[in-house]
């Protein structure tokens, strides 16, 4: 292994870790969504697993097509940078909507129990209605992970180019190849990493009396996210 080999491997671990713990829309999207939707440790694995997949495997695609089309690096940083424009405003929007359901199944979903007349005249209880709630609950829960896929998909990892090209620009797709893994793999498993033990830690705290809240946080959170990103530049 040549020491010009073990310098990449280096730096793309460092980067690709340093990118994730900085990028909080890595995680807490994960994390918020997990509390809120009662997600099992399993779920919450392969929905941040997903995710985090596309993320990577959409830049390296980038990467490769223009390492194939011969487009110099900053042209490329320029689609990035466009992607994570994009990114941005999909979690600002997937976030404030998010926000307002959240907001809504609050206030209209009780805990206690009480009869409600309809206009047919059937008598039913604040459970039946409970129950009803929880179906387009469920239907919600199965569309959130791929809207999630959508975004991370459109979110760049702008570090890879220039790590990618470098070994590239040398003829040299071992190389690239390997950076690559080690880039994505350190990148994946940092966000594993946060995701499931702040899930486990956050379940450690009684929030019951904010639990009817959860949904209308995890919106919050992401649109948060979504404006970091876009006006902060994380």
């Keep these: 292994m040549s020491n010009e080999l073990i310098i990449l491997m280096t730096t793309a671990a460092t980067i690709g870790f340093v990118h994730t713990i900085l990028g909080p829309d890595h995680y807490l999207p994960f994390i918020a969504l997990s509390k809120a939707r009662k997600w099992t440790k399993i779920k919450t694995t392969m929905v941040t697993l997903l995710c985090g997949i596309g993320h990577v495997l959409s830049s390296v695609v980038l990467g490769f097509i223009g390492i194939a089309l011969g487009i110099a690096v900053f042209k490329l940083e320029t689609i990035e940078s466009l992607r994570g424009e994009l990114a941005a405003w999909f979690l600002i929007i997937f976030g404030f909507t998010y926000f307002i359901w959240g907001i809504h ?73 390997i950076t690559t893994f080690i880039f994505g793999l ?46 902060l530049g994380l």
Aim: charged share 15%.
């Design 105 to 177: 199944k609050a206030i209209y979903s009780q805990s206690h129990e009480h009869f409600n007349k309809c206009e047919n005249g059937h008598i039913h209880s604040n459970k039946q209605i409970g129950e009803h709630i929880n179906i387009h609950s469920s239907k919600s829960d199965n569309l959130t992970p791929w809207v999630l896929f959508i975004i991370f998909i459109f979110g760049p990892c702008e570090p890879l180019i220039p790590l990618v090209m470098y070994p590239a620009a040398k003829g040299n797709m071992i190389n690239v190849a």
């Design 186 to 231: 350190t990148t994946i498993s940092t966000m594993l990493c946060i995701v499931l033990s702040l899930s486990y830690g956050l379940s450690m705290f009684p929030l019951r009396k904010f639990e009817k809240y959860s949904n209308a946080l995890a919106g919050l959170i992401i649109f948060l996210c979504g404006g970091a990103i876009k006006f």
